[in-house]
């Protein structure tokens, strides 16, 4: 598998800032993209991120040795069926979907199998386009590969380092095991987070109380309610069966949960919520939340020698102290490389100020 002649069926947030990263690694890496807006071909033309100043075709991703499909899931799998007849022999095609069931049946159906393994790097935001691309998106978040039954492991093997020299930590996966899994970690929350809020919505009265009252946990567990509605209705459709089950566990989970109260079953109660507080402390997550307000902030960080101690030294030499500080591996959805956690409300703002005239960007939730 070669990283040569590279294109692009998309060239949005993920897509743009794969092409980025690729770009800075190799200069003499040919680049060809298309997209669903001209602008977006224009504006990479102009960066010097792409060989083409027009919107291409299929058959011009003939002589490609990689093709990324970074496209919404529907439109991959059309997308798919056009280049089962133009690709090369040798040619790899991926994808970045965050769902794998639909594409991978498609790609057995097409007989591509031999030409295709799935990705998913963990990584994104609220902001779409190639102006919001960077080529520090993709470093320390999670990037899971899903080879198909017939991939060589040295092909995989290539694809893991080519995703290491994106920055990202490659975790290889079967495509029905990350599609249950992500439906349990990722799109369940969001599930249980607009149920939530609609919940809410619907039982306030008119003075809106419960509105104006909403913070501490209510905000962090609502929080991706905010995500895009057209990109949870994408994910619910080429996710279901996934998303259905572990709903219908949940449901079980809550309807136990409702038993042990109208019962008043203290001991079974306590062992409920000890349960799963040991299981969430044991996660390696930088962001552990406790039960006082948290005082945090996101900051985008190059994967470079000395990143974290200049932003360190610089908060130290400014009196500002650090309570926590992590990697966030797991970044769909969310903005910011580190996290950084303060005693109080002031001394977060005060190092917002001094990162953000330092130059760095910051992000709050």
Not at 49 to 78: G, K, Q, R, Y
Not at 150 to 178: C, E, M, N, W
């Amino acid at each position: 598998m070669k990283f040569q002649n590279i294109g692009f069926i998309g060239l949005g947030l993920i897509g743009g800032s794969i092409a980025k990263k690729m770009k800075k690694n190799d200069k003499t890496v040919r680049i060809y993209a298309t997209a669903h807006h001209k602008e977006t071909i224009e504006e990479a033309y102009k960066e010097g991120l792409i060989e083409n100043d027009t919107l291409l075709p299929m058959e011009s991703f003939t002589d490609c040795d990689c093709i990324f499909l970074c496209a919404p899931v529907e439109h991959n799998i059309d997308y798919l069926r056009q280049l089962k007849g133009i690709i090369r022999e040798g040619c790899y095609i991926t994808d970045v979907g965050s769902t794998k069931t639909e594409i991978h049946e498609e790609v057995i159906r097409l007989g591509l199998e031999a030409h295709f393994i799935g990705g998913h790097p963990m990584t994104g935001s609220e902001k779409t386009g190639i102006l919001s691309a960077s080529e520090t998106l993709l470093e320390n978040a999670y990037y899971i590969i899903t080879p198909t039954a017939v991939t060589p492991q040295a092909d995989i093997d290539v694809f893991r380092d080519f995703v290491k020299s994106l920055g990202s930590i490659p975790l290889i996966l079967d495509y029905k095991a990350h599609d249950f899994s992500t439906a349990a970690i990722s799109h369940l929350p969001h599930m249980i987070a607009y149920s939530l809020v609609n919940l809410v919505c619907r039982t306030d009265d008119e003075k809106e109380t419960m509105k104006t009252i909403a913070a501490g946990g209510f905000k962090d567990i609502t929080r991706i309610a905010s995500s895009s509605p057209i990109m949870w209705e994408n994910i619910c459709t080429s996710n279901r069966e996934p998303i259905l089950e572990l709903m219908d566990r949940y449901v079980d989970i809550l309807k136990e949960l409702r038993g042990y109260i109208e019962e008043g079953d203290k001991q079974a109660l306590l062992s409920f919520f000890q349960n799963a507080k040991d299981y969430r402390d044991s996660m390696t997550l930088p962001s552990v939340k406790s039960q006082t307000t948290c005082y945090e902030l996101f900051a985008d960080l190059a994967d470079e020698t000395g990143g974290i101690a200049s932003i360190a030294q610089l908060l130290a030499d400014n009196a500002i102290n650090i309570k926590n500080i992590g990697i966030v591996n797991n970044r769909e959805y969310e903005e910011g490389i580190l996290h950084l956690e303060f005693p109080d409300e002031t001394m977060r703002d005060q190092a917002k100020i001094i990162l953000t005239e330092s130059g760095y960007t910051i992000h709050l939730r």
